[in-house]
């Protein structure tokens, strides 16, 4: 399905993101993968794990793969296992994501970065409160469409949320896709990775903020600008800065998309700003024109 093929692309980029900072921080740290559903996204990480070996040299990282993929999956795996540096210990765990508490105590993955996917997990409390004693700890949800993830994430305890629902070309079923850090940095990688999915799989996004986006470079940022004077008139003035954060944590756009909608409204005379003249820095303040 095409919704597969944008998670695993997704989890790929974000694991370019994830493994060299991981690296830096600390001399071990855990990749935990929990599918529900086909496994197969298990050996493109992998792939990407095996990418970094030169940077492993030193250091400890132990992936887990839970999933119910049958009894093949070690030897699905193996090809791939066999190209890992002895640094990366791989551990192949029957059952589903709710096995994530127990595999990832088994680790002992608290207290160093760690980085868990679960696929078609329900957000049980204890598999959250697991997936948070990273240290740092990211958490990738998803699940088949209309799921609501960020509660969840956020009173498990990561600060920083996004959440987008993949709609399929093909008519397979929709997905949603949710992200909890703690870092400004590692969420923002996170949606500069969901726009730079290869255009071919054939996905739109849903935010929750209206309705589906082409998956392209630029997208439209009719959606964004309505959803910016929304919050303006919701809320009153804001900075720059905080209509950036909105974006992040509200819609499916990138942070940087905030300044051409800005732009835009700022052009139609539907938004002011304070200062009126110099460059749109964070600290200008912006208010719909018709607002408080």
């Not at 992200?179 to 726009?195: C, I, P, R, V, Y």
Request: aromatic share 4%.
């Amino acid at each position: 399905m095409s919704t597969d093929a944008a998670l695993r692309e997704l989890l790929v980029r974000q694991l370019d993101h994830w493994l060299p900072g991981a690296l830096h921080r600390s001399r071990r740290a855990t990749l935990a993968l929990g599918y529900a559903g086909d496994p197969g996204t298990a050996e493109a990480a992998l792939r990407v794990v095996a990418e970094f070996a030169d940077q492993l040299r030193g250091r400890r990282l132990t992936v887990l793969v839970l999933a119910g993929g049958g009894p093949d999956l070690p030897a699905r795996l193996g090809p791939v296992e066999a190209t890992l540096p002895a640094d990366v210990a791989v551990h192949v765990v029957p059952g589903d994501p709710s096995r994530l508490p127990v595999a990832l105590k088994a680790a002992g993955a608290a207290g160093a970065p760690l980085l868990t996917v679960a696929d078609g997990a329900d957000p049980a409390p204890a598999m959250l409160a697991a997936a948070v004693t990273g240290r740092p700890a990211e958490l990738l949800l998803t699940a088949e469409a209309p799921t609501a993830f960020r509660a969840a994430l956020t009173t498990a305890g990561f600060r920083l949320t996004a959440e987008a629902e993949l709609v399929a070309a093909d008519g397979s079923p929709a997905r949603t896709v949710a992200f909890g850090t703690n870092l400004d940095n590692s969420l923002a990688a996170f949606k500069d990775a969901l726009w730079d999915v290869d255009e071919s799989v054939a996905v739109r996004y849903r935010d929750p903020a209206g309705a589906p986006l082409d998956l392209v470079p630029h997208p439209d940022p009719e959606l964004l600008r309505r959803e910016l004077l929304a919050e303006l008139n919701r809320g009153g003035p804001r900075t720059v800065t905080e209509l950036r954060r909105h974006t992040t944590l509200a819609t499916a756009h990138r942070a940087a998309d905030t300044v051409a909608a800005l732009t835009d409204l700022l052009r139609t005379g539907t938004v002011r700003r304070d200062p009126v003249d110099g460059r749109l820095g964070g600290d200008v303040v912006i208010s719909a024109a018709t607002g408080r």
